[in-house]
């Protein structure tokens, strides 16, 4: 049964690696398009706020789709569901201002980074997640420091940027490492 599992997990990496890259994609040009639109919470800057959960569901499920076989889907699953309450959250925040917005992202950040954290460990075996499983550690960090930094006299999204890039950076580095061959585990 082993030897069933470990050749599903090898048959999904490609999917995987693919979907990391995407991720990488994205998230670096969503960090500029945010960085360009400004500090204010313009239309624009709400769209890509209320984007960026939006395409974490979406991953997701491509994710989940791809891994049925072989990956822990409840750690899926559970993230769609987190990233679909942030979207509506982030928008209905986006109304209100930029505090509430780094409230809501923050909270997000810590719940998804700890079930980034888990799918990270379970997929341990597929190779390519010490860069997910710390990414997860650091999304909960930097979700609690959103959440103190909407406490500030002028709170700013700038962060959000460095937040999906440093993300981004950590799909693509998981991956290249999903590249090479998974070690015995």
């Known amino acids: 049964m082993a030897s069933t599992a470990s050749t599903e997990s ?3 990496t490609p999917a995987l690696r693919r979907l990391y890259v995407i991720r990488f994609v994205f998230a670096v040009a969503w960090a500029a398009l945010l960085l360009v639109s400004g500090s204010g919470l ?8 209320f ?7 979406a991953a997701a499920v491509v994710d989940a789709r791809s891994a049925r076989a072989a990956g822990p889907l409840k750690g899926l699953y559970a ?11 982030v928008a209905v925040a986006g109304t209100s201002g930029v505090a509430d917005v780094l409230r809501v992202w923050g909270a997000w950040a810590v719940v998804s980074g700890l079930v980034q954290l888990l799918v990270g460990v379970a997929r341990r ?13 650091i999304s909960v960090l930097a979700g609690a420091s959103f959440i103190r930094s909407a406490t500030q006299d002028d709170p700013s999204l700038t962060a959000l940027a460095g937040y999906a890039t440093l993300g981004g950076i950590f799909f693509l580095v998981s991956a290249i ?3 090479r061959p998974a070690r015995r585990t």
């Open 125 to 137: 075996p597929m190779g390519g997640q010490w860069a997910m499983i710390l990414s997860g550690g």
């Open 10 to 12: 090898v048959a999904a």
């Open 51 to 57: 984007l960026y959960p939006a395409f974490d569901v």
């Open 177 to 179: 490492r999903l590249s």
């Open 79 to 89: 993230n769609m569901a987190v990233s679909v309450l942030a979207a509506v959250g």
């Open 42 to 49: 313009t239309a624009g800057a709400r769209l890509l706020l």
